[in-house]
């Protein structure tokens, strides 16, 4: 194989892996929008944690979303935002490690694990409510 060659399959092979990380960031993108919108609204000043090391907050970044998912910080990495820049928070961008680690975690069941997280702080507030209830009703 000649320089030449070697050099356009080189190039074939960097446009298609740059094509298909843009494509995975877009995807990754789109499913965090899609759990951000489901999840309970934030009422305090603080990050709520998700299964699996994600957490949700507001986002400060210039994406025009409610609320960002975030992957934690593991050891010394930073925390990378999903579904924004992260700029105020000091938040990396979305990389090619995490949008290959967010992905795998949604085909291994993430989505499902969130739900359940939903449907016990869902029942967790019923079970207040109640209480209240209970106790206003015993006046």
């Known amino acids: 194989m000649n320089l030449n060659s070697a050099l356009a399959r080189l190039e074939r092979a960097g446009s298609e892996h740059s094509r298909c990380t843009a494509k995975l960031r ?3 993108v789109l499913v965090a929008d899609a759990i951000c919108d489901t999840l309970p609204p934030l009422d305090e000043y603080r990050a709520v944690d998700l299964p699996r090391g994600y957490f949700y907050d507001w986002p400060g970044c ?3 979303v409610e609320v960002a998912l975030y992957a934690s910080a593991h050891g010394d990495d930073p925390e990378v935002a999903i579904n924004c820049d992260g700029s105020s928070r000091g938040a990396l961008l979305l ?3 995490v949008a290959l680690q967010f992905a795998g975690d949604v085909a291994t069941g993430l989505l499902d ?3 359940e997280w939903v449907e016990r702080r869902a029942a967790q507030l019923a079970d207040a409510n109640a ?3 209970d106790t206003q009703a015993r006046r």
């Open 26 to 28: 877009e995807a990754c």
């Open 62 to 64: 210039d994406r025009r």
């Open 95 to 97: 990389t090619r490690h």
């Open 113 to 115: 694990e969130i739900a």
């Open 131 to 133: 209480k209240l209830e």
